[in-house]
């Protein structure tokens, strides 16, 4: 069996908010809820659903920017959840994040070249000379000309910033690459070169992504799996095509239905759903079929080769 790049097992995450009042209870926010997630090995796994639901949040705990509740993270097989700093950081190289604003993290008083080369240098990596060597020759192959090197992030456009951003992240030759929305602050023709290039240094270097996106057009063009999240769980996961074509999930097929069609004639009805309303919907599917023990409680089952689909089996 191939290791996978990045397993999430479990994967919870729950947030403790102060309570409204003085003596009221501190509230919690389930935003992460158990979730089993697999990013294959030079393969890219979208993750969709509407706001809120808990995409942030798991990317954010992958990478341990935010330390999960319950779970388990496996980074190429090996498990990182408890790994205290120290111990993390030779597996930190490993993984890395674009975000939708890349300006908040680019240091405004640092040249380009420098922005670069900064991940080499908190990982000792390389003398000086080396490390500005590299990150010309990387703000070359994200398509900055080498002069950008000594400009300013102001200087540039919001899509020159992602490309720098993307060079930042990539420069460790990590393995994986979470990217939370990193072409939704971008026009439409600027975020189709973005998307070009991720695709192209994904095949380069044979990356694996976890490409978070409201955008199902992109995911949709982009993707070899999605996977739907609501209400902080994973409720369907597929093959992209079979996302598309054969969603099984009520709220899979409400996303879907959100999607502006080309033509106003073919725009689908769009079916308002509350929370509730969701999760009652549930799909009921047959334990006997399906060879499986009955389960009153929603749980992922395969209904068709790598189809997962949240259900209640009776
Ligand atoms: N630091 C935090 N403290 C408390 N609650 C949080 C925190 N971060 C996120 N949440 C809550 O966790 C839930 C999931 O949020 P998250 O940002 O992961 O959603 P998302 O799917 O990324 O949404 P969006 O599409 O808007 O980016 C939300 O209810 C959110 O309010
Ligand atoms: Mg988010």
């Known amino acids: 069996m191939t290791v996978a790049a990045l397993e999430l097992r479990g994967l919870s995450k729950e947030f403790s908010l102060p309570g409204a009042?003085?003596?009221?209870?501190?509230?919690?926010?389930?935003?992460?809820?158990?979730?089993?997630?697999?990013v294959p090995k030079n393969a890219i796994v979208g993750l969709v659903g509407e706001s809120g639901s808990g995409k942030t949040t798991t990317g954010m705990v992958a990478l341990r920017l935010t330390e999960p509740t319950g779970g388990q993270i496996l980074l190429d097989g090996a498990d990182i959840t408890r790994l205290p700093h120290g111990a993390l950081k030779p597996h930190r190289r490993k993984m890395q994040v674009v975000f939708q604003d890349s300006y908040s993290a680019l240091d405004p008083m640092f040249t380009?070249?420098?922005?670069?080369?900064?991940?080499?240098?908190?990982?000792?990596?390389?003398?000086?000379?080396?490390?500005?060597?590299?990150?010309?020759?990387?703000?070359?192959?994200v398509g900055l000309h080498r002069s950008y090197g000594n400009r300013y992030p102001h200087e540039l456009s919001g899509g020159q910033r992602q490309r720098v951003a993307i060079a930042r992240a990539l420069i460790l030759k990590p393995q994986v690459l979470i990217a939370d929305e990193p072409t939704s602050a971008l026009d439409v023709s600027v975020k189709a070169q973005?998307?070009?290039?991720?695709?192209?240094?994904?095949?380069?270097?044979?990356l694996s992504i976890l490409f978070i996106s409201h955008d199902l057009s992109v995911v949709r063009s982009l993707t070899d799996t999605v996977a739907v999240m609501f209400n902080g769980r994973i409720v369907e996961q597929a093959p992209t095509e079979a996302?598309?074509?054969?969603?099984?999930?009520?709220?899979?097929?409400?996303?879907?239905?959100?999607?502006?069609?080309?033509?106003?004639?073919?725009?689908?009805l769009r079916t308002f759903r509350t929370r509730d309303e969701l999760e009652a919907a549930t799909p009921r599917l047959s334990a006997a079929e399906l060879g499986q023990a009955p389960s009153?409680?929603?749980r992922l089952v395969e209904v068709a080769p790598g189809h997962l689909v949240e259900a209640i089996l009776t």
């Open 21 to 38: 009042g003085w003596f009221a209870p501190p509230q919690k926010i389930q935003a992460v809820r158990s979730v089993n997630l697999v």
């Open 112 to 141: 380009l070249v420098r922005i670069v080369a900064q991940p080499l240098e908190i990982h000792g990596m390389g003398s000086a000379r080396e490390r500005e060597a590299q990150a010309l020759d990387w703000l070359e192959r």
């Open 194 to 206: 973005i998307i070009n290039l991720l695709q192209d240094l994904q095949a380069e270097m044979g």
């Open 243 to 268: 996302i598309f074509a054969d969603a099984r999930h009520p709220y899979t097929v409400s996303l879907l239905d959100a999607i502006p069609a080309a033509h106003p004639r073919n725009r689908r």
């Open 296 to 298: 009153p409680t929603p």
